[in-house]
């Protein structure tokens, strides 16, 4: 059967157009869940734009589909051969161009946190809701690894009992070097205030609001602590963002309170991209972290009975099956590769026909995280505990 394509366009270079980019050479490594065939749709990037010429010539030099190179996205917006854009800017340019490219009627796979802040976000969402039939989704790859897949399917069949309390994170560590330059993602009017927040933090939400475990409330210890960092002349310039954040939350969860500690940090020392959630109930526990990223731990528990932790290695299963042997170990880039698929299989099918039911993050989901980081911010301010909106 030949795979029906879909032309995207990438607006922005830089680290994650070359994931997606990559992940789009390789789409012959996913199968059809249902046949076991090669997926029958696949992306093909014909179009790139970036405001720095340099960054395109990797995709230039790499992708023969690629026939548009330029530095205004708005050539891509009206060229009618494109379906689809994948958008990796800075932060304060999410609001400008995410409309942008949905008033222009393409399905926009867009990246976290869809706005620099809650009001960017707003004026996002309200050009959405004037266009329902444009797709849009919020990259966030780490559910589609295969052991958060699995505690997702536990948590919704309902496995762990009560809930007695969640702790999620993603931490890195490479700015624990004072050395390391500014760039962009540390400066507020580039970034934005949320800081490590609006970097890290719906990588960390995506699996609790998933399963509609929404924070209620927050209190919130924000942390700068390299306050300067050498600027592009190597002179010492203000690094004002937060470096790290913890959040207390109260969520709930069928119906009973329980306490939810969150926490992005840019700067753990030795954590290198590190992802973890460990979830707590009475009947069983699970905890996972890409740290040791094959493997699961979990604690299943009767009335009476032993406390005893299980170990499993878990190999190559996401939501799309692939070529890899089932024994071999999954990565970074085949998250990418899978929340690819998912996007793409509900552009072609819709939500209900999708080969598998995992879904992209939704804007919605964006939008929650937006409520809970504003909420953090002022219970910073404040000192207070901070009841966190939801519409
Ligand atoms: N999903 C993930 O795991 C993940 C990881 C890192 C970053 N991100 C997100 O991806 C986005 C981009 O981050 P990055 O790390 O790829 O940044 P980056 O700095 O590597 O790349 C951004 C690119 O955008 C280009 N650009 C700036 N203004 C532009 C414009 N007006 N038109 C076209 N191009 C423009 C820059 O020249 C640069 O090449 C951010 O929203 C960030 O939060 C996601």
Redesign the pocket.
């Known amino acids: 059967m030949t795979a029906r394509t879909i032309n995207f366009g990438v ?7 070359r994931e997606f980019a990559s992940a789009a050479a390789r789409w012959a490594h996913l199968a059809d869940p249902k046949t076991g065939k090669t997926l029958p749709f696949a992306p093909r990037i014909t179009a790139v ?4 010429p340099a ?1 395109m010539s990797w995709f230039t030099e790499n992708f023969n589909s690629v026939s548009v190179a330029t ?1 205004d ?1 708005q050539a891509l917006l009206s060229d009618p051969s494109i379906e689809a854009i994948y958008c ?4 304060n ?2 609001a400008s ?1 995410y409309t942008d490219i949905v008033r222009a009627g393409k399905h926009l796979l867009g ?3 869809f706005g620099i802040d809650l009001a960017a976000n707003t004026a996002i969402n309200t050009v959405l809701a004037k266009h329902p039939d444009v797709l849009v989704r919020c ?3 780490f559910p589609f690894f295969p052991i958060p897949t699995r505690i997702i399917q536990w948590i919704q069949a309902g496995r762990f009992g009560r809930i007695i309390e969640v702790e999620a994170g993603f931490w890195h560590s490479s700015d624990l070097d004072p050395n390391k330059p500014i760039n ?1 993602k540390r400066m507020i009017d580039l970034n934005g205030e949320y800081g490590c927040l609006g ?1 890290l933090g719906m ?1 960390v939400m995506h699996i609790p609001f998933r399963v509609g475990w929404n924070p209620q409330n927050v209190r919130a210890l924000l942390s700068n602590i390299i306050t300067e960092r050498p600027g592009p002349d190597g002179k010492p310039v203000p690094c004002e963002t937060w470096d790290n954040a913890i959040l207390a939350c109260e969520a709930t969860a069928d119906g009973d309170v329980f306490p939810m500690t969150i926490s992005t940090k840019r700067i753990a020392p030795g954590e290198m991209n590190t992802w973890f959630i460990r979830v707590m109930g009475t009947e069983f526990s699970a905890e996972y972290s890409t740290k040791d990223y094959k493997r699961v731990k979990t604690l299943p528990y009767q009335p009476g009975g032993a406390q005893a932790w299980h170990v499993e290695d878990v190999g190559y299963k996401s939501v799309y099956p692939a070529i890899t042997g089932g024994i071999f170990e999954f990565g970074f880039s085949d998250g990418i590769l899978q929340m690819w698929a998912a996007f793409c299989d509900e552009l072609v099918n819709g939500r209900d026909g999708m080969q598998q039911p995992f879904y992209c993050a939704t804007p919605s989901e964006a939008e929650h995280s937006h409520h809970l980081f504003t909420a953090a911010l002022e219970s910073q301010k404040t000192g207070q505990v901070v009841p966190v909106s939801w519409h």
Not at 49 to 52: A, E, F, G
Not at 88 to 91: G, K, L, N, Q, S
């Open positions: 607006i922005g270079c830089g680290l994650m157009g734009c970036d405001t720095n960054m530095d996205y990796a800017v800075p932060h340019l999410h161009l990246e976290k946190p990259s966030s790859e962009w970097d990588h």
